[in-house]
């Protein structure tokens, strides 16, 4: 789905980053690493430069854990937000009530397009081969369908020994909590994660789904916002990493 580089020293990988390109206009990167051998050398600045290179034209999303920020912040990047990691052994979720006229379907593979669309009404970015990616591997996915069109989408994969949901793209948090109950009730008493917007409208809930906050990252931006006509709501991330 991404592409890698790696920075070499004497022939050795002594660091690797991974950058994601979505449609013309946006691009994710993230997962630098140097080892700690070679750190403060300069090393990652020109991992990071290698990765951005022919990015000018796009805006570069990246979650930095930690106090790591000060890093990317040199090179060109603003903090724009903050995501929050949930993890815990899912228990029973509370039983939801959907926004009227609203209902849940299962979705698959024949939706992609549609669930291409609405991420990039959430996200401001075409993220068609994750989407395809996610759909591949997803264990369940739904879709919020409404008489004026869907109008949201979760996907439930596998992730290490558990699960995980998201993306969750919906026009509010009453139906962005009813797509994770329904799809957190599939996988009760097993490790489940989520990564969600810090502040928002989802965290006082999540604990009364037997997951607590375990990490934070920021999010940062290299270029103008991404700011997609009509836009549906991104309650919890794709994936840590890739946004
Ligand atoms: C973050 C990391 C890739 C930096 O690699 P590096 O080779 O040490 O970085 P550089 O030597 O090129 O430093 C580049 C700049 O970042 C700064 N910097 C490096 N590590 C930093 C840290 N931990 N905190 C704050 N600033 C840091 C350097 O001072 C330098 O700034 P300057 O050019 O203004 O002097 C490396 O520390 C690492 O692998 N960390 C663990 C993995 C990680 O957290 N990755 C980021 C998550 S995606």
Redesign the pocket.
């Known amino acids: 789905m991404g592409e890698g580089r790696v920075?070499e020293v004497d022939g050795t990988v002594v660091?690797v980053?991974m950058r994601w390109l979505w449609g013309e206009r946006a691009a994710t990167?993230?997962?630098?690493?140097?080892?700690?051998d070679?750190?403060?050398?300069?090393?990652?600045?020109?991992?990071?430069e290698a990765l951005c290179a022919g990015l000018d034209r796009r805006t570069v999303l990246?979650?930095?854990?930690?106090?790591?920020?000060?890093?990317?912040g040199?090179?060109g990047f603003e903090r724009i937000g903050e995501i929050r990691q949930y993890e815990g052994k899912a228990v029973q979720p509370p039983l939801m009530a959907l926004p009227e006229n609203s209902r849940l379907r299962p979705g698959g593979r024949n939706d992609m397009q549609l669930l291409v669309g609405m991420d990039e009404r959430a996200g401001g970015a075409v993220r068609e081969r994750l989407i395809q990616t996610w759909l591949r591997h997803a264990t369940a996915t739904v879709v919020l369908d409404h008489p004026d069109g869907p109008r949201g989408f979760a996907i439930l994969r596998r992730f290490g020994r558990g699960a995980t949901i998201g993306p969750v793209v919906a026009p509010c948090p009453m139906a962005a909590k009813a797509m994770i109950a329904h799809l957190a009730g599939l996988v009760t008493g097993r490790a489940l994660r989520l990564d969600v917007q810090a502040h928002g409208e989802l965290e006082d809930w999540l604990p009364g789904l037997g997951l607590a906050s375990v990490a934070d990252?920021t999010v940062l931006r290299r270029g103008t916002a991404l700011s997609p006509a009509n836009p549906l709501l991104s309650f919890a991330l794709a994936d840590k990493?890739i946004g």
């Open positions: 920075a660091g980053g990167v993230g997962l630098v690493v140097v080892k700690p070679f750190r403060e050398r300069g090393i990652g600045r020109k991992l990071l990246l979650h930095a854990a930690g106090t790591i920020h000060r890093f990317y040199s090179m990252a990493a």
